[in-house]
């Protein structure tokens, strides 16, 4: 059983420097997410995609791009890191139709540490 | 704005109930999860509730008053793999969740 993959699972990252953190899901969800997650606070909204070839801003989009190409890849790429984007980084999908709840299926997450 | 309060930490012991308690305020409202997220693991799904009332899972039970914009989490016979942080997540009118930043139930022997 696959779900979500995240890669990589941890990075550490010189700033500066560009990074993609990958996400694939092989449960054909047409929604994914990209949230970031920091002690002491909630999950924040980076960016979403209701659909492939569409994307969306969220709470905190600054530095951070994504793209949907298809419905299965939905990478997020920092194009100079700076050290505040240290975090934990979570992909989720959802199937948003509308017999659904929209629960979230997450990633295993991956750890990014900019120095 | 947008806003979620709950308890930062809890403890209670294996065997007993607990409830954790989250008070939410939305623009708009479409149903409020609550997520279960083990220590350097993702968060799963536990309950989805968009009608007031009770809604009993298990051991898990969540409740839900919209008009006072409050739910809780019921957990009885607690066990020590219980032991993670809780995230009350209420959907706003955009259908985007709102995460509180969770509470995290310690359970001792």
């Known amino acids: 059983t696959a779900g979500i993959t995240q890669a990589p699972t941890s990075q550490i990252l010189a700033a500066g420097r560009s990074m993609t953190l990958r996400c694939t899901q092989d449960m054909r969800h047409n929604a994914m997410y990209w949230y970031r997650q920091d002690l002491g606070l909630g999950l924040r909204l980076i960016h979403y995609?209701?659909?492939?070839?569409?994307?969306g801003k969220g709470e905190v989009p600054d530095g951070y791009s994504v793209s949907r190409a298809n419905t299965d890849d939905f990478p997020l790429t920092l194009a100079s890191a700076v050290p505040s984007q240290t975090s934990v980084y979570f992909c989720a999908s959802s199937d948003s139709s509308v017999t659904n709840t929209g629960e979230l299926f997450f990633g295993e997450g991956s750890r990014l540490t900019v120095l | 704005g947008q806003n979620i309060d709950q308890p930062t930490e809890m403890t209670a012991t294996e065997g007993a109930i607990v409830q954790i308690n989250c008070t939410y305020q939305?623009?708009?409202?479409?149903?409020l999860f609550w997520y279960q997220q083990h220590a350097g693991e993702a968060p799963t799904f536990l309950s989805y509730n968009v009608l007031d009332g009770l809604e009993e899972k298990g051991r898990f039970s969540s409740f839900l008053s919209r008009s006072k914009g409050y739910s809780y989490l019921l957990l009885k016979e607690l066990q020590m793999k219980d032991s993670a942080s809780y995230l009350c997540a209420p959907m706003d009118s955009n259908y985007q969740l709102i995460w509180g930043a969770g509470t995290k139930l310690i359970i001792k022997p």
């Open positions: 939305t623009s708009g409202f479409n149903g």
């Open positions: 995609s209701n659909t492939a070839g569409t994307t």
